[in-house]
């Protein structure tokens, strides 16, 4: 499976855009490029997925490189509920029955 | 639509005892998969299911063993409990073709059951 790769932690202040970016070097054409949340104490949540164009949704916007290998997270106005655990995770719906690896995340702090 | 639902929440089981995790999602999704998840770490695959019938392993498979003889159903048996399967345990579906808007093709997580092995 392919890996990515995150940064251990990040802050932000409150009402402030967050980029969260995401490395993947080694993606494959037929990967598609999902980002999760985890709240303490909850399963993690789908945020958003993009093939190759940038994607929007009411959560984030997901920008993604031209050569691919690399994405970023935009929360638009951080909020204190926005502090997560956020995974950019691979998934190939073609191969490998959908599944991915999980590294550890980024983790999210919001200050306010 | 419930989701995915994972029961029970919390267990406590003594060393050598087992038991199963169910999990259950109203979905119609045909991939299932068993996570677990330990402190401070990210998520491990154990084991996942494209269909009915159909189960394969993941990364860590060892002492776990799983059936999935309804699309809605995909439990988790764990045999002769150990100290190291104390972890939180999450069940996710997912459709297996990417839609092209929405969450079609995302993970949809249960809850999750947190298991402590004594």
């Known amino acids: 499976d392919a890996k990515t790769t995150q940064p251990n932690s990040m802050e932000s202040n409150e009402e402030e855009p967050v980029h969260l970016p995401c490395n993947h070097s080694?993606?494959?054409?037929?990967?598609?490029i999902h980002w999760y949340r985890q709240l303490p104490s909850q399963g993690p949540e789908y945020v958003i997925h993009?093939?190759?164009s940038n994607v929007n949704n009411r959560m984030a916007s997901l920008a993604i490189a031209e050569d691919r290998k690399s994405s970023t997270l935009i929360l638009h106005r951080a909020t204190l509920r926005d502090a997560a655990v956020y995974y950019c995770?691979?998934?190939?719906?073609?191969?490998?029955?959908?599944?991915?690896?999980f590294g550890d995340g980024t983790t999210l702090t919001v200050k306010p | 639509n419930a989701g995915v639902t994972q029961t029970p929440k919390f267990r406590i089981l003594k060393i050598g005892q087992s038991m199963t995790l169910q999990c259950t999602q109203d979905m119609n999704h045909n991939y299932m998969y068993w996570y677990r998840q330990d402190p401070g770490m990210g998520l491990k695959l154990i084991y996942y299911s494209v269909g009915a019938g159909i189960t394969d392993k993941g990364e860590v498979p060892n002492g776990y063993n799983v059936s999935r003889s309804t699309t809605e159903d995909f439990p988790l048996r764990l045999e002769l409990a150990a100290p190291s399967q104390t972890s939180v345990y999450f069940c996710a579906s997912s459709y297996s073709v990417p839609h092209t808007r929405g969450r079609g093709y995302g993970y949809t997580f249960g809850s999750g059951t947190r298991l402590t092995v004594v």
């Open positions: 080694t993606i494959s054409g037929t990967d598609y």
């Open positions: 993009g093939l190759t």
């Open positions: 995770i691979l998934r190939d719906p073609y191969t490998n029955a959908g599944k991915s690896t």
